[in-house]
């Protein structure tokens, strides 16, 4: 399962090249949630943030970081359902790396139907430490916008018109609050946006199309069992 999430598999699996999917995916769908990055209620993106937050598309632009390697520390096996825990350290390019804590839940036919996770120091990882780079960064967020977000999925007149909202009207935050009415959260979902429009652009737009937008306490507790779909085992 670890190594479907290295260079081309992982694009194979994103692009269901061959009917891949089917062979790692639940034919029940998928649903998770990696904290602090996002929630993912439905198959298109619980696959695109498993797979493809650091993984390159073809034809696409390329991705900050690449995964180079991936490390299982250890895992733990539910006595009674198809589950695993699993600590796993990713290793990207640019001497980067994360420790990831999963939960993850398997069909009757051991394929993947469910997972939560967690990212150990994500923001610490990757939030930029100067205005150059968080002027870099709306730069990427605000050309994407332009290039693939048109007609009735426009959400800036022009680069100009997102970078000034941007940079005045929306707080540039941490990727430790990824999911939250920040840059930050829409630098994470601008990458998608080539992949998706329909989806993701309103996500980098004023907005934040229900993704960038501020989330309570209770946003965490009043989500479906993203676990509930594991066998029970006999």
Request: proline share 6%; with cysteine.
């Amino acid at each position: 399962m670890l190594s479907s999430l290295l260079f081309p598999v992982c694009a194979q699996i994103l692009l269901d090249q061959n009917n891949i999917q089917s062979k790692y995916i639940s034919s029940q769908g998928l649903s998770g949630r990696v904290i602090p990055a996002g929630t993912f209620p439905t198959k298109v993106l619980a696959l695109e943030y498993l797979y493809g937050l650091q993984c390159s598309l073809p034809n696409l632009p390329p991705r900050p970081y690449a995964i180079k390697k991936v490390d299982l520390i250890r895992i733990a096996y539910d006595s009674k359902y198809l589950i695993t825990q699993n600590e796993i350290i990713v290793y990207l390019s640019g001497n980067k790396r994360l420790t990831v804590f999963t939960i993850m839940a398997f069909d009757k036919a051991y394929k993947l139907c469910g997972y939560e996770g967690h990212i150990r120091n994500f923001g610490l990882t990757f939030d930029p430490s100067t205005d150059v780079e968080r002027q870099l960064i709306i730069g990427l967020i605000c050309t994407a916008a332009q290039t693939f977000c048109n007609g009735i999925l426009q959400q800036y007149s022009s680069v100009d018109d997102c970078t000034q909202y941007l940079m005045t009207k929306v707080p540039y935050g941490s990727y430790d609050r990824g999911d939250q009415g920040t840059v930050a959260c829409r630098a994470i979902h601008a990458y998608f946006v080539p992949l998706l429009p329909s989806v993701h652009c309103p996500h980098v737009g004023p907005t934040g199309g229900g993704a960038c937008t501020d989330k309570t306490i209770d946003f965490y507790y009043n989500q479906p069992n993203f676990l509930g779909c594991a066998c029970e085992q006999e």
